[in-house]
């Protein structure tokens, strides 16, 4: 069966950095698109940032642009979101989510929590 599980959150000082990891398995990673959501308190899910499957292309939504990047690594099927120069509004839970034969998947989450 799919799985995706999240790890990397934790409590960071803002200005600072955090990498979040998402082990993949049950479905043919190389060939899926991955995407990082997260979810802040009292607020919506939204999507942070998306990493084709092939060509290497990636997108950011605008408050992250700059400051994070995603990324891949195919042979280990895990995701990566290096998230740096970190504010106090990134804080929220983090999750994994790909979509398989039609079908939605998500991790269960990492919190990320920013604050001095």
């Known amino acids: 069966q799919v799985q995706l599980v999240e790890s990397g959150g934790g409590l960071v000082q803002p200005g600072g950095s955090l990498r979040l990891s998402c082990a993949a398995s049950g479905f043919t990673f190389r060939s899926s698109i991955m995407r990082w959501y997260r979810q802040a308190p009292g607020k919506e899910r939204e999507l942070v940032a998306a990493a084709a499957s092939i060509g290497g292309s990636t997108s950011y939504v605008g408050s992250v642009k700059g400051r994070f990047t995603i990324s891949r690594d195919n042979a280990k099927s895990t995701l990566y979101l290096q998230m740096n120069s970190l504010k106090p509004e990134d804080t929220a839970v983090y999750y994994c989510?790909?979509?398989?034969?039609?079908?939605?998947?998500w991790g269960q989450g990492t919190q990320v929590t920013v604050s001095s």
């Open positions: 989510n790909a979509w398989v034969s039609g079908d939605v998947y």
